[in-house]
C-alpha cells in the first residue's frame, strides 16, 4: 500500500515571495504519477500541477513547480510570487500507474497555507 | 460545459436517517470515484464505478454504505443509518477512460454530510 506524508500541517507567506510545501511519499511501484491538489475555503478541489515518475524534469505550471527526487520519494511544491488567492489547504497525492486500482488517488494530510498582504 | 455535479451541497440526517448523495459526472465521462473527507484530514478513497459496474470498492465501511453507477442518471452514494462519525465531506470525481486518469481527474464541489 501506498502512503503520503505531509509534514507542514501550516505554513504561512508574505504575499510576492516564494513558499515550499514538503511532501513525502512511500511506494514500492516503479511507475506511477504525483499530484498538488488546492482546497480553497470554497471546498473545491482544484489540480495545481502532475508528475510522471518516469520524466526526470520537473513540472512547472506558471508560478508553480515541483522538487522531484524519485530515489529520496520525495515531491514538493514551490510557489514563487504568491498571492492572497493561493491561500488554500494544499494536498499532495500519489497514483499508481495500471492494476486494479489504477486512478485511485492516496493523499497526504494536507497543508493549509496563508498568503499574507 | 457544466462539471462534476454533486447535490445536494449540504445535507443534516439525525441519526438512523439514511443519506442519498449524488454526483452527476461531467458529460461523456463513464468513470466515477467517490472520496470522503473527514475534519482536518485528507480525502479517502471510497469506491469507483464505471456504468453499471463497481470496479473497486476497496475504500467502503463494510455495512451501511453502498454506491452505484446506472446505465442512466447519476451516481448514487446511499449511507443507511448514520451515525455522527459520518459526518464529512464526501467528494466525487469522475474520468473520461481509463487512460486519462493519470492527468488527474475533475472532482464535485462535494456534499457537506452533518449528522445531528
Known amino acids: 500500500a501506498q502512503t503520503v506524508t505531509q509534514s507542514q500541517p501550516e505554513m504561512s507567506v508574505q504575499e510576492a515571495e516564494t513558499v515550499t510545501l514538503s511532501c513525502t511519499y512511500d511506494?514500492?511501484?516503479?511507475?506511477?504519477?504525483l499530484f498538488w491538489y488546492k482546497q480553497p475555503p470554497s471546498r473545491q478541489m482544484i489540480l495545481v500541477i502532475r508528475q510522471e515518475a518516469y520524466k526526470q524534469q520537473n513540472a512547472t505550471e506558471n508560478r508553480f513547480s515541483v522538487n522531484f527526487q524519485k530515489a529520496a520519494k520525495s515531491f514538493s511544491l514551490k510557489i514563487s510570487d504568491s498571492q492572497l488567492g493561493d491561500t488554500a489547504m494544499y494536498f499532495c497525492a500519489f497514483m499508481k500507474q495500471g492494476g486494479t486500482s489504477y486512478g485511485k488517488l492516496t493523499f497526504g494530510q494536507g497543508t493549509i497555507l496563508t498568503v499574507h498582504p | 460545459n457544466a462539471g462534476v455535479m454533486q447535490n445536494p451541497r449540504h445535507l443534516v440526517r439525525r441519526r438512523g436517517q439514511e443519506a442519498r448523495l449524488r454526483c452527476s459526472p461531467m458529460k461523456g465521462h463513464s468513470h466515477v470515484y467517490w472520496y470522503r473527507q473527514l475534519p482536518e484530514e485528507g480525502l479517502k478513497f471510497m469506491v469507483y464505478?464505471?456504468?453499471?459496474?463497481?470496479?473497486?470498492e476497496s475504500g467502503m465501511p463494510k455495512e451501511r454504505f453502498s454506491a452505484e453507477f446506472p446505465k442512466e442518471g447519476p451516481s448514487i452514494l446511499r449511507i443507511q443509518q448514520v451515525v455522527r462519525g459520518d459526518s464529512a465531506a464526501y467528494f466525487c470525481?469522475?474520468?473520461?477512460?481509463?487512460?486519462?486518469?493519470?492527468?488527474?481527474?475533475?472532482f464535485g464541489s462535494g456534499t457537506r454530510l452533518t449528522v445531528v
Open positions: 464505478l464505471q456504468k453499471e459496474n463497481i470496479i473497486d
Open positions: 470525481a469522475s474520468s473520461p477512460l481509463g487512460t486519462a486518469l493519470n492527468h488527474g481527474y475533475t
Open positions: 511506494t514500492s511501484e516503479n511507475n506511477y504519477y
